[in-house]
C-alpha cells in the first residue's frame, strides 16, 4: 500500500533510526515505503511464503498498551461534526487530534476528545465509536495477503489515515490512502470486504478484548 508524498506521523524513536532525528512527521517516497514493508524474505510458520514481518513493526510495534488510539485522533468527531444533514457523511473531513486533556481509557488504550461532549458520548456507548480492525488499514486487513503483504496477529502495520476513512452500518473504518479505499468500496463489494475483514480479524484475535488498536502507525494528513 504506497502513495508517493505520503506523510507519515511515526513515533520519534522510529524516526530518529530512519534519519537520525527526532522528528514526528516525515515525508517518504514510494521506494522508501518499498524498502520499509519488502525488506528480507523469511518466512515464519502463520505466514508461509510470506515476507518477513517489516523492521519498522518488529522493532516499535504499531499497538502500545496506554496509548492514545491513531495519535490521538477524536473518533466521535467523525460521527458528529463530520455528519451532514441527510444523515450521510462529509468523508473529505480530515480527523483533528483531541486535547490531551481530556481523555479516556477503555480496554487499555487511551482515547482522547476535542470536548468534554464528545468524550460523554463515547463513555456511554464506545463500541459504537472505536474504528473497526484496530484503527488500522481497512484495505491491508480485509484485501491484502501474502506473499505480498505479511499482515497477520503478529505483524500488524498497514496504517490508517485521519483523511482517508468512511462510516459503513454506523461502523468507522480507515484506509492509507484514497486508492485503498476506492479497492475496498468501489473495486470490491464493501460488504462482502467487511465479512472477510470480521473473518479475518476474528481469526487472528478471536473475541479477545485485548485487541491490538493502533497507536503509533498512522498518517495525520490525507
Known sequence: MIENNVYLLVIPMFAMILLGISISTMSMSSNN??????EGKT?????????????????????IAGNSVLGGVDFVQYFVN????????????????GDTNIYTTYKNF?????????KQLFEETPEKYIPQ?????????????????PWSADCLGP????????IINEKLYFFLYQEAKTKFINEND??????????RWTEWFGENDEIPMSTSCYVSYS
Open 33 to 38: 515505503v518499498v524498502s520499509l514493508f519488502m
Open 43 to 63: 518466512t515464519d510458520s502463520k505466514n508461509t511464503g510470506c515476507d518477513n514481518c517489516p523492521n519498522y513493526i518488529t522493532e516499535f510495534p504499531c499497538s
Open 82 to 97: 463530520f455528519q451532514l444533514d441527510d444523515g450521510t457523511y462529509n468523508e473529505t473531513q480530515i480527523g483533528i487530534q
Open 110 to 118: 487511551t482515547y482522547n476528545f476535542l470536548t468534554q461532549e464528545n
Open 133 to 149: 480492525w484496530g484503527g488500522y488499514c481497512a484495505w491491508g486487513v480485509a484485501g491484502e495477503y501474502c506473499p505480498n503483504y
Open 159 to 166: 496504517s490508517g489515515n485521519w483523511g482517508h476513512w468512511t
Open 190 to 199: 464493501p460488504d462482502k470486504m467487511i465479512i472477510d475483514g470480521d473473518s
